[in-house]
């Protein structure tokens, strides 16, 4: 029977080298790339980690530093870094024959049987090559039997960079080399409090819980932990998956740019959110039965009196049309709305979902016919927005929104806006 390989590809500081790859003066300077209303960073080039740059520390808190060594700071640019990531998965599946994408910026590789034909690591080396070509982001490598070390395999490649981005732990005699040198909250799903119970128990390091019984493990702990166990033994026990599970939910929430006190302004933001949350909805294929508002005050400011607040209403029958849960979500603020207070942030949450078409319509529900009239006519505004941007939206939503969340060092949308395409003179 061929022996199971996995590869984990993993995008160097991702956010960061997207904002570097249409800049290329700040080849070398440090970046840094920050979190909704330019709080906190979130991402980090190599050259501002270097600098002591730590991630998540508020933005005020590092404005000396940043200013002190020439640090360059954007806003974040999700849609660059959705396109960009598109653009790398699908160079890495035109490479290796089935892909799961873990994440915005991580891929499992499957490569079972390439080893009888190619050396694994000059396997990955191309990898690195093809990607770094193709879509100018660095990538690192990790290769091995079975997921977890696979990560942990791409943390070797990322930290020692003599490994040249790539590191192979077909090897049982490596493997074991790498564990020993790992603390235990380097495996992926041991979180704290996992790991302070194992410490307890004397267990250290990744090569110690590697050779815990796991029969023992699986007593005082999980299945789940077992499972982790026999993962770094060389042991398959979590396949890959080329399909992405179908979200339970969908929520459509931000902290907003300046405080709301006008109901108008927060009905505006709602019907943002329900037009984004709705779109999320038709993209999986679903249609949902449950929606739910909350908004609130700021927990962290002594200027704002306490107040949050949520409310849930069900539908007669699912739906994914944005107008059937505009509506809703309308009588939902009515019923929460209080006035005399700053709103800092609201949100969405859809939920109890369903295949379109599979389940009882009720005595009283439009005609088939309407039905599919109306699920054009929200194709028909997607695919616009879609190719040409923000084409066709609702009155509801607002031209202004003055609330809108704070982007004052965004990036142009280089690769998603005609206007916006970078110029080479």
């Known amino acids: 029977m061929t ?18 790859l249409f800049r290329p003066d700040l080849t070398h300077t440090p970046v840094v790339v920050l979190s909704n209303n330019d709080g906190c960073v979130v991402a980090r080039s190599k050259e501002a980690k270097k600098l002591g740059v730590k991630m998540g520390v508020p933005v005020f808190q590092v404005r000396e530093l940043l200013q002190k060594h020439g640090i360059v700071a954007f806003s ?40 009888y034909s190619q050396n694994l690591t000059e396997f990955g080396l191309m990898v690195r090559r093809t990607v770094q070509q193709y879509t100018g982001i660095s990538v690192c490598v ?83 932990v077992e499972r982790t166990v026999r993962e770094l033994n060389g042991e398959s026990c979590i396949a890959l998956e080329e399909m992405a599970a179908t979200k339970k939910q969908i929520v459509s929430s931000r902290a907003f740019g300046e405080r709301i006190t006008d109901k108008q302004q927060m009905r505006e933001a709602i019907s943002e959110y329900i037009s984004r949350a ?76 369903y295949d379109p078409g599979v389940y009882q319509p009720g005595l009283f529900d439009e005609p088939i016919v309407q039905r599919e009239t109306d699920q054009k006519l929200m194709q028909l505004m997607d695919t616009l927005n879609s190719k040409q941007g923000k084409t066709l939206w ?3 939503q607002g031209t202004k929104q003055e609330w809108s969340m704070k982007r004052e060092l965004l990036s142009p949308a280089y690769t998603t806006d005609w206007q916006q395409l970078p110029l080479v003179k």
């Not at 022996?3 to 570097?20: G, H, R, T, W």
């Not at 003599?162 to 041991?190: H, Y």
């Not at 739906?319 to 929460?336: P, Y």
């Open 278 to 353: 709705c779109k999320k909805l038709r993209q999986e294929q679903q249609q949902a039965k449950l929606l739910s508002v909350f908004l609130r005050t700021s927990p962290f400011s002594d200027k704002d009196a306490p107040y949050s607040a949520s409310k849930s209403i069900e539908l007669d029958t699912p739906s994914n049309d944005t107008r059937v849960f505009l509506a809703k979500a309308m009588q939902l603020l009515d019923a929460m709305w209080v006035n005399g207070y700053r709103y800092a942030k609201a949100g969405v949450m859809l939920a109890d979902f």
């Open 394 to 396: 609702f009155a509801s």
């Open 3 to 20: 022996s199971v390989v996995f590869a984990l590809v993993d995008c160097n500081n991702f956010y960061a080298s997207c904002e570097k």
């Open 76 to 115: 974040s640019n999700y849609a660059l870094y959705a396109d960009m990531s598109q653009r790398v998965m699908s160079t890495l599946e035109a490479l290796a024959p089935r892909v799961e994408v873990y994440s915005i910026d991580e891929a499992f590789l499957d490569l079972t049987g390439v080893g």
């Open 142 to 224: 990790g290769i091995a039997p079975s997921k977890t070390l696979a990560k942990l395999a791409n943390h070797a490649a990322k930290t020692w960079h003599r490994t040249g981005g790539v590191v192979d732990l077909s090897s049982t005699v490596r493997q074991r080399k790498l564990l020993a040198l790992l603390p235990v909250n380097e495996v992926w799903g041991i979180g704290a409090k996992l790991t302070k119970r194992l410490q307890q128990l004397g267990i250290d390091t990744a090569l110690q819980l590697a050779d815990t019984a796991p029969e023992f493990i699986r007593q005082h702990f999980s299945v789940v």
